[in-house]
T-cell receptor
Framework: DTGVSQDPRHKITKRGQNVTFRCDPI?????LYWYRQTLGQGPEFLTYFQNEAQLEKSRLLSDRFSAERPKGSFSTLEIQRTEQGDSAMYLC?????????????FGEGSWLTVV | DQQVKQNSPSLSVQEGRISILNCDYTNSMFDYFLWYKKYPAEGPTFLIS?????DKNEDGRFTVFLNKSAKHLSLHIVPSQPGDSAVYFCAASDGGTSYGKLTFGQGTILTVHP
């Protein structure tokens, strides 16, 4: 399967712990995005990378959140000192190049439950 | 500030009939629009898209219509099938270097009855 891959699919953690999610985009895609979705809402943009450069971060991305894409391939999203409000599905997506018209493909998502 | 709105939380149709899902937007800078389908506990699956230079795009049973003057788009599914039952999201992008930074609506739950 050559789609966007996310790991782990589910994570239950205690409040205050750190968690890390990994995303492997479609191999030829140089753009990678992170979104967050809570129940009853559409996905909300968090951040995106062009190759290894993080080009934009949403104000939703507090200083407890950090994302990296060290070699322009896979990406990690770390949440430090988790809070119950961080419980959500974290979605990774990728696309080719810069031009409109390139489809954005999403992964299966990583469910986070903070207890 | 909800820039993309799907005002119908749910829609129920009979198998074989047409499903019409609607979406309104407020940001006139949006120039690319996408529809995604989502099952519970899965990521969104791309269905169809349309550029602002067009007013219609068709792919099999799915057709998207764009009315720029009304800032309105709709997704038509004909004929509807029970397997189409899912949550449908419309999304918009203002293109340029921010392409891929999508703004999503809240979603519409479509139920197709056999």
């Amino acid at each position: 399967d050559t789609g966007v891959s996310q790991d782990p699919r589910h994570k239950i953690t205690k409040r205050g712990q750190n968690v890390t999610f990994r995303c492997d985009p479609i191999s030829e895609h140089n753009r990678l995005y992170w979104y967050r979705q809570t129940l009853g809402q559409g996905p909300e943009f968090l951040t995106y990378f062009q190759n290894e450069a993080q080009l934009e971060k949403s104000r939703l991305l507090s200083d407890r959140f950090s994302a990296e894409r060290p070699k322009g391939s896979f990406s990690t999203l770390e949440i430090q000192r988790t809070e119950q409000g961080d419980s959500a599905m974290y979605l990774c997506a990728s696309s080719a190049a810069l031009n409109s018209g390139n489809t954005i493909y999403f992964g299966e998502g990583s469910w986070l439950t903070v207890v | 500030d909800q820039q993309v709105k799907q005002n119908s939380p749910s829609l129920s149709v009979q198998e074989g009939r047409i499903s019409i899902l609607n979406c309104d937007y407020t940001n006139s800078m949006f120039d690319y629009f996408l529809w995604y389908k989502k099952y519970p506990a899965e990521g969104p699956t791309f269905l169809i898209s349309i550029s602002s230079i067009k007013d219609k795009n068709e792919d099999g049973r799915f057709t998207v219509f764009l009315n720029k003057s009304a800032k309105h788009l709709s997704l038509h599914i004909v004929p509807s099938q029970p397997g189409d039952s899912a949550v449908y999201f419309c999304a918009a992008s203002d293109g340029g270097t921010s392409y891929g930074k999508l703004t999503f609506g809240q979603g519409t739950i479509l139920t197709v009855h056999p």
